[in-house]
């Protein structure tokens, strides 16, 4: 589901990363959250590096995620 992210909108990223969370699918949460981190400045890009990292343990990833999402919409919406 995630090859193109690249090509889509910071909104579509929430969704899909909401979705990954909810399917277990890590590897998807992992790019997002990497693509993500390309677009916001510290300390979000190093807290969304470490989510990519977390991704072998679904349940921090999962949570770390939530909170992170909310973040990014802030500091998105400011912009």
């Known amino acids: 589901m ?7 909108g910071i909104g579509e990223l929430y969704v ?4 990954a969370c909810e399917r277990g699918d890590l590897p998807a949460l992992a ?3 990497e693509h993500l981190a390309e677009h916001v400045d ?10 990519a990292r977390q991704c072998v343990d679904g349940a ?3 949570l770390a995620w939530t909170e992170l999402k909310q973040k990014v919409q802030t500091v998105v919406v400011r912009s």
């Open 31 to 33: 790019e997002i959250a």
């Open 2 to 8: 995630c090859a193109t992210c690249r090509e889509h």
């Open 60 to 62: 921090r990833a999962t």
């Open 16 to 19: 899909e990363g909401d979705q």
């Open 42 to 51: 510290e300390p979000l890009h190093c807290e969304l590096v470490a989510l």
